[in-house]
């Protein structure tokens, strides 16, 4: 791991971050082929970037059709990293995945870990339980990659994956209750919806983090709804939610009302719906998201999604899709 990353995942203040920001952009400016290319595209001379607000954001069609790399090797004597994996986004049947070379899978377990230590703490306190079939049933999950690593962390023989098999993760959670263990259950929405037909569990402990997605398997619900069948089936006062995506290398997390929070390398920035270059000032103001994700430091890190949403003084708030924006498997729930 290099002194960059370890510069980044050390973020105690708005102006480490804004100074890291500037110090990836022109890493990424002059070292991501497709990145320059799109700076050119849109007149951008990063010699003129002086601030945030200037910096352009890749749309995140890109990650469809190029391969999006920073290369490292470029930065004097700086070895390039050797391992080399690809996440996949979860595309609906006939979609283009994107498609995610992930250089250097160190910093991506270092952010996602110490990440979900800042949301919850210590994974060795819990048994992890993960839901997430439709994940398990293809190749290059992002999704899966996090979970498999937090559940080894727990280093609880009870953390594991479930598929379809309700009846054996209702005894489980029952057991974990009975033995008072801090359980969290990870679960795609629709296996989480599927499952609380089946079962019913009264486990106020219970921490439930549910990742978005249904995937074409049913009727898109409201968050509000969705969040009040599964407390209601699980017996939890809250539903928490995790907000990523296979082109980033982080998360942001909430832990009810559908706010949510980010990493300090982390940041959403509102841009408006009609013009991608401008980016308002204030809260509650609804439009594209844009995300700086530091960890995304071999790639790029200044990505415009497809999703809409808006800042408030609490955090941020996720508001579904943006109009004739390709549906992603995750996160396809409307407000």
């Not at 960059?4 to 070292?31: H, P, T, W, Y």
């Not at 969705?226 to 407390?231: A, F, Q, Y």
């Not at 990505?303 to 992603?328: C, N, Q, S, V």
């Amino acid at each position: 791991m290099n002194s960059l990353s370890n510069k980044i995942f050390g973020i105690a203040s708005d102006s480490d971050f804004n100074e890291l920001c500037m110090e990836v952009f022109r890493l990424q400016a002059g070292n991501c082929n497709v990145y320059r290319e799109y700076l050119e595209m849109t007149g951008c001379n990063p010699a003129d970037v002086k601030s945030i607000k200037q910096i352009p954001f890749l749309p995140i069609r890109f990650f469809k059709s190029r391969k999006v790399v920073t290369e490292l090797q470029m930065r004097g004597n700086e070895e390039f990293p050797k391992e080399e994996i690809l996440f996949t986004s979860s595309a609906t049947t006939g979609m283009v995945p994107s498609k995610h070379y992930v250089t250097d899978p160190e910093i991506y377990r270092r952010s996602f870990t110490e990440g979900f230590r800042i949301f919850y703490g210590e994974p060795r306190q819990y048994a992890i339980l993960s839901l997430l079939p439709s994940y398990l049933e293809r190749k290059g999950s992002s999704l899966i990659y996090m979970a498999e690593h937090l559940m080894r962390l727990t280093g609880n023989s009870a953390s594991g994956f479930y598929l379809y098999n309700y009846g054996e993760l209702a005894e489980r959670l029952n057991e974990l209750k009975a033995q008072g263990t801090k359980t969290i259950l990870l679960g795609v929405t629709f296996a989480l919806l599927d499952f609380v037909k089946e079962y019913k569990i009264d486990f106020p402990d219970l921490t439930i983090i549910e990742t978005g997605g249904m995937k074409g398997r049913g009727k898109e619900i409201s968050r509000n709804e969705l969040h009040k069948v599964l407390c209601e089936g699980f017996g939890v006062g809250e539903i928490h939610s995790e907000y990523g995506m296979a082109e980033l290398l982080s998360q942001a997390y909430s832990k009810g009302k559908g706010v949510f929070l980010t990493p300090p390398w982390m940041k959403i920035v509102i841009r408006e719906l009609y013009n991608p270059f401008s980016y308002p000032d204030g809260y509650n103001i609804t439009g594209g998201i844009n995300i700086i994700d530091l960890a995304n430091v071999n790639s790029c890190s200044f990505i415009e999604t497809e999703d809409m949403g808006r800042i408030t003084e609490k955090g941020f708030e996720l508001l579904g899709r943006l109009k004739d924006a390709e549906l992603r498997g995750c996160n396809m729930l409307l407000e």
